[in-house]
């Protein structure tokens, strides 16, 4: 999904398909990145992983926890020089694109690790989840922007934005009993899970209008129209069809489906660009 957003962010800034070897480049240092998050956060997770996601790496026994914070640590010195090594090596806008990079680095983090671990915060948690599909986006963006940034950028941004809270509720649905068994105070431990369940749904209807204001505006080519209205047409499906036979249990199905219409919006930005 890393790749992809920045392939997004570098067509719609560039008009038309960019510099392949930059395109590779990039998309592929922001997929390092989103993968530190999964690293820190397998290992930070371990107590609510053994009773929401058995089999997940470190709870089935597939790795240790020593393994596992070996493998933290190791991304981490890795990222650093990595990122100032293809920045450099690139015909980029070499400091804005070093920057955000740096920031997805921190942001993984700021997710996972004490003391700050806004997994743990509540809707803090959910925000920061969004910060993975934009941060990507934003990093090939500013490859070939810049700083600058226009109001049809934002709203794509804005639409991740929403598509993504709403994604990350589904999940916080999923993982409630094990968040709640070690006092993990997400939103579905502070106001139960169907409370949750009508901001996840509302939130993601509201990003289902959000796809379609591209079209109403002209952004982006036809593609855009018809791989849009698919993925509307798949969120609203999931949404309603979960809405319809909500079993908290079934939380990893409809995430699963509700991320392959997020994804489907992705790939039309970057159809509807070149």
Known sequence: VAFLCVFAGMAFAYGGIPDIKSL??????????????QVVNEYFDIEIDKIARPYAPIPSGQISR??????????????????????????V????????????????????????????????????????????????WVSIKGWY???????LITTWFFLYISLSLIGDIRDAAGEAEVRCKTLPVRIGIKNTFKISFFIGILSALLIFLPVVLNMLNRYYTILGLIAIFCILFILVRYYMV?????G???????????TLYTIAVIIGSV
């Open 24 to 37: 590779i480049a990039v998309g592929l240092l922001f997929w390092y990145i989103s993968n530190i998050a």
């Open 66 to 91: 020593e393994e596992a914070k070996k493998d933290t640590i190791l991304h981490y010195i890795v990222a650093l020089p990595l990122i100032i090594l293809i920045v450099n090596a690139l015909p």
């Open 93 to 140: 806008e070499r400091i804005p694109l070093m920057i955000i990079a740096f920031w997805g680095v921190v942001v993984t983090a700021i997710y996972s690790v004490p003391p700050i671990r806004t997994r743990e915060r509540g809707v803090l948690k959910n925000i920061t989840v969004t910060f993975s599909p934009i941060t990507s986006f934003l990093g090939g």
């Open 149 to 155: 940034i226009n109001t049809e950028a934002i709203l």
């Open 246 to 250: 909500f079993d908290p249990k079934k």
């Open 252 to 262: 990893k199905f409809y995430q699963d489906k509700f991320f392959i219409g997020a």
